[in-house]
Every structure is written in C-alpha cells, then in structure tokens.
C-alpha cells in the first residue's frame, strides 16, 4: 500500500474509531438520557479515541518513510557488483542516482547498464516488502490502540482534559516547527553567506559599485576575478520599489476610502472582490503585460516626446508592479478604515464637522497606524517582486537613478546566479546567498517597524 493510500485508510480508522468511542461512551450510561453521568461529552470520548488511533500511527508512518530511502539504498549497494561497490563514494552515489532515476521511470531502461538495472529490480523489491510491513504495523497498531482505548472508557474519565491536552501539545509541536523552519532557513543563507564573505570583502559587496560576478576563463579578460559591488543592485531595487509605491499607495488608499466610506454598500459588495481579484493574478501575467503592453507604449510615449526610452526600464517594471500591489494597500487600509468605531464619527457630526472633515481629522487619523504598517509591508511585497523585473526591467546591472533606463534588482540577480548547474565553491553562486540575506534582513526590518508603527501608535478605543 502506498503511503498516501495508508493515510487515506487511517483516515477512515480515526473515523470509526470516533463512532467507537462516542458509542461506547453512551452506551455506557443508557444512552442519551444518561448524558449527564458521563464527565464529558460523548463527542469528546470519540475525538480521545480517533486521536490515539491516529497520533501513534503517524508517528510511525513519518519515523519509518525517515529512515525508509537510507536503509534500501544500503541494502541495494550490497547486492552491487564488487567493482561498483569499490568505486569512490562520489562516483558510487552517481550510480544509486541513475538507480532512483530508473526506478522512478526518468530514464529509459536501455540506458543504463545491466548492474543498474538489477539494482534498481532489488530496491523495487524491497521498497515494496517495507510499504507491505508498513502497512500491516500501522494497520495493526491503529486496531489495538482502538480495542485497548475503548476497554479504558468510563463515565468517570475526563475525557475532554486529555482531548484538550492533547491537541495542546500539537499546537506546540506546529508552532516549534514554524520556527525551527525559519531559523534553518536563516542559518542556511547565513552559513552560506559566510562562506562568500570570506572571499569576497564585505565593504566591497555592501559598497562597490560595479556589479559582474562573471568569472572569466583567462585571467587577462575584463573582470577575471569578478566585480561584486551590489549598490547597482541595491539601487534598482529601491528605484523600482519607490516607483510601484508611487502608483500603489495613493490608489489604494484612496479606493479604501472610498469603498469604506462613500460608496453604496451594494457597490462595495462587488466592488471590493472585484479588487482584490488583482491579487490573485500570478505575477507572469503582470510580467507579460509589461513587456508586451506597458513598455512599448512607454517607448512609443517618450519618442515622441523626444526622450531616450528603453525598452525594458525601471518606469515599466515599477507602473506594473504597484498595479499589482494596489490590492494590498488598499484591502489593509479599508480594514483599518472600517475598524475605526462608529462613535467617532458620530461625535465629529455632532461637533458639525462635514463627512470629509471627519474623515481627514478623525478617522484617518486613527486609522493611520495600520495604514503605515501596511505600506511597509507593501514595500516588502515589492522588494521581493522577481518575475515583473525580470521581464520588464531587465538584467543590467545599471547604477543610475533615470526611471527610463533598464535596471535589475537582488531578487532577478539570485534567480540568474542559481540558474543551471552551478559550483557552490564559486563567489559567483555564494553571491545569490550574500544577496538573500542583505534581502532577508531588509524586508525583516521593515516587518518589525510596521509592527512597532502599530504597536505605538494604536489607540484603543471601547
């Protein structure tokens, strides 16, 4: 049985087990009538009994599908040939590659040698003698832990404290994982990134200005050892970040105000969603109307203006994406608009302030925290933005501050140093975690001070 269909049937186990013990439950006390005798509800005698029928099971289908792969593959190796058992450990790991691979049916079977494929025949064995002992420990092991938990089932047991207990303790366990993620996540780029550094001067990196992390061949060609100044970077992220907020926040803020205070509630109904719909437009779309749409036109407008337009710019890239990011402004400022309460408002009319007096002076006001912390997390939207610039703004390496010229930002630059098979013992592949990481802290501070903007400033109100 394969493990998504061993889930699926532990699933329908945990179902019956909650009849079991819901059942077992009442028929201990009489039956509906005799609720009141049991220390619990019924329900949470059947939740207890689905959950130590599923939890224990789950723990060994995840400790087993751990350690399944390690285990088959050691097995395999020793039923190789000698002389691939004796290769180097790089060149034995090529061999279990190309066995996974055929196994899997991402190479045909004529391609591979003969060892290969009856290697691949003993790992398909035994993966299917551990699916088949798997299957029957879960299966078995769900059984007996219904059959002993129904045996333990009285009126008396509190039923709802371990339900509760448990699901507690599940809490914790997702909540260390979140943050045991983040913090590998982080120690990955920063282990990296220190690996850059150490070849790389960081003064430079944070304050050279010529940005070429292309490593030439000989050592007589332009920037044989690579040029790893990121303000160009730097500076077209900003460019292109401050361009999109242009377009984004004075749009959205004032499509928030007016859907939240002047519009019909039957206008707002569709209005709202239909705004929001930009939202959930993948942002390849918004990359192909910049670069097929908005920055011809913006060609064709400064021609004829007499201005020198790229045809890939910051001015492109940056109009696209505060189209795209106008949904996040404007849906953070509307719920901040419509959570200023009511009084307000009705005691500014009663002082004879008009609707737009009352808006200005008391409700943007108050709602002005929120609204802040939702431009920084806006800009942080747009910092980490990549398709759109890579499509409408290019990947020049450009240190200039004209909105009509093709720039890059960090995000384009880490997706071209990663791209293909690459060295990580090059300062040209650590660069991108370098990158990742000055974006991680970036976008990091700006969270905290839109956390601490509204923390700060908040008013609460009764």
């Given at each position: ?14 179902a019956?087990?909650?009849w079991?013990?819901k ?11 005799g ?6 509800l ?6 207890m ?7 224990p099971?789950?723990?060994?289908i ?5 350690f ?24 034995l ?13 991402n190479?045909?079977a ?11 025949a003993?790992y ?51 909540s ?9 996540i ?10 850059f550094?150490?070849m ?8 050279g ?11 007589d ?16 992220t ?8 242009l ?22 109904t ?7 719909v ?6 390849v ?11 011809p ?24 994406m505060?189209?795209m ?7 953070l400022?509307?719920?901040?608009i ?10 500014a009319?009663?002082?004879?302030a ?13 709602a ?12 942080s939207r ?27 930002t ?31 802290l ?21």
């Amino acid at each position: 049985m394969t493990p998504a269909a061993l889930l699926i049937a532990l699933a329908l186990l945990s179902a019956g087990a909650f009849w079991i013990g819901k059942s077992r439950s009442l028929a201990l006390v009489g039956g509906t009538r005799g609720v009141r005798h049991l220390h619990s509800l019924p329900g949470h005698y059947g939740l207890m009994t689905a959950l130590w029928c599923a939890l224990p099971a789950l723990a060994v289908i995840g400790i087993w599908l751990v350690f399944q792969d390690g285990i088959i593959l050691q097995l395999v190796t020793r039923h190789l040939p000698a002389d691939l058992r004796g290769l180097p450990a790089n060149e034995l790991a090529l061999v279990m590659n190309d066995v996974r691979n055929l196994v899997a049916g991402n190479v045909p079977a004529d391609s591979v040698t003969e060892a290969v494929r009856g290697a691949a025949a003993e790992y398909t064995r035994l993966r299917g003698v551990s699916r088949m002992a798997l299957t029957v420990l879960v299966l078995v092991l769900a059984v007996v832990s219904i059959i002993a938990l129904r045996a333990r089932i009285k009126p008396d047991l509190r039923a709802r404290n371990i339900v509760e207990r448990v699901i507690e303790w599940l809490l914790i366990l997702c909540s260390t994982l979140a943050v045991f993620t983040t913090v590998g996540i982080v120690a990955s780029v920063a282990f990296e990134a220190f690996r850059f550094f150490q070849m790389v001067n960081p003064l430079e990196f944070l304050f050279g200005t010529q940005w070429s992390p292309q490593m030439a061949i000989h050592a007589d060609q332009v920037g044989s050892s690579g040029s790893f100044g990121a303000v160009p970077l730097f500076a077209g992220t900003a460019l292109i970040s401050f361009i999109a907020m242009l377009i984004a926040v004075p749009i959205g803020l004032f499509s928030a105000i007016y859907l939240a205070e002047y519009a019909h509630p039957k206008f707002r109904t569709w209005a709202k969603p239909l705004l929001e719909v930009l939202a959930g437009v993948p942002t390849v779309v918004y990359g192909f109307f910049a670069a097929l749409t908005i920055g011809p036109a913006l060609r064709g407008w400064g021609e004829s203006l007499g201005l020198d337009v790229a045809s890939e710019s910051a001015l492109a890239a940056g109009f696209v994406m505060g189209i795209m990011i106008i949904p996040f402004v404007s849906s953070l400022a509307d719920d901040m608009i419509s959570a200023v309460p009511q009084s307000l408002r009705d005691g500014a009319y009663a002082l004879g302030a008009t609707r737009s007096e009352t808006i200005k002076q008391v409700v943007m006001r108050a709602a002005l925290p929120g609204i802040v912390g939702g431009v920084l997390l806006a800009v942080s939207r747009a910092i980490g933005e990549t398709m759109i610039v890579v499509m409408a703004a290019g990947l020049a390496a450009n240190l200039t501050a004209n909105p009509l010229e093709a720039v890059t930002t960090v995000t384009v630059q880490i997706v071209t140093l990663l791209v293909g098979d690459q060295e990580f013992d090059s300062p040209k592949t650590l660069a991108a975690f370098a990158l990742g990481l000055v974006l991680f802290l970036v976008t990091l501070a700006l969270n905290v001070l839109a956390l601490h903007i509204v923390r700060k400033y908040r008013e609460q109100y009764e």
